[in-house]
């Protein structure tokens, strides 16, 4: 029963235009949430994350938004550029187990010049 | 973050053998974790790597296919043990620091023909 689920497996996007990773959880009890990215051949790399107090958080070019009662999360990049193109993994943790994660299946993106 | 170093990076393996992986951490690292990715899914969390004690099994994992080893705090070992073709997969260590991040290593990727 796979409690993160990103249901686009890859998505391709225009140089400088918007790229909008969504992200869907089940478990109710997940209170934080993380992005991560990541290239072939190497680990994923944290990039992202958000407490459920929050709504919104920023860093830089990447904006993730979460929806609590909708059980759902986003990734916006903005302006998307080709070193973005890798697969992007949202993960989910629960105060009651903050170490452990539950990941989704991964979005591949895209970015073309 | 956290630097974390894998090896080997990749290896074939005849079935029923077994193959011992090794993490290397800095010193910043608190917790250590080993996680797997097979093909085409979400990364599942091994196991816990406990500094001189047993490490801590999540469900559908168990310590005769999957012994761990954390001798100190900068260091650990997964071995593989008496694989098959259904063990052929990305396996990942990864450390957290203090916070709820976790930072992963490169990746192993593991072949059983």
């Known amino acids: 029963d796979q409690q993160v689920k990103q249901n686009s497996p890859s998505l391709s996007v225009q140089e400088g235009r918007i790229s909008i990773l969504n992200c869907d959880y089940t478990n109710s009890m997940f209170d934080y949430f993380l992005w991560y990215k990541k290239y072939p051949a190497e680990g994923p790399t944290f990039l992202i994350s958000?407490?459920?107090?929050?709504d919104k958080n920023e860093d830089g070019r990447f904006t993730v938004f979460l929806n609590k009662s909708a059980k759902h999360l986003s990734l916006h990049i903005v302006p998307s550029q080709p070193g973005d193109s890798a697969v992007y993994f949202c993960a989910a943790s629960g105060t009651y187990n903050f170490n452990k994660f539950y990941f989704g299946s991964g979005t591949k993106l895209n970015v073309k010049p | 973050s956290a630097v974390i170093s894998q090896k080997p990076s990749r290896d074939i393996c005849q079935r029923g053998t077994s193959l011992t992986i090794q993490c290397q951490v800095d010193?910043?690292?608190?917790?250590m974790f080993w996680y797997r990715q097979q093909p085409g899914q979400s990364l599942t969390l091994i196991a816990t790597a406990n500094q001189g004690s047993e490490a801590t099994y999540e469900s559908g994992f168990v310590i005769d296919k999957f012994p761990i080893s954390r001798p100190n705090l900068t260091f650990s070992t997964l071995t593989v043990s008496n694989m098959s073709p259904e063990d052929s997969s990305i396996y990942l260590c990864?450390?957290?620091?203090?916070?709820?991040?976790?930072?992963f290593g490169p990746g192993t990727r593991l072949t059983v023909t």
């Open positions: 010193s910043q690292v608190t917790m």
């Open positions: 990864s450390g957290k620091t203090g916070g709820y991040e976790q930072y």
């Open positions: 958000i407490s459920s107090i929050k």
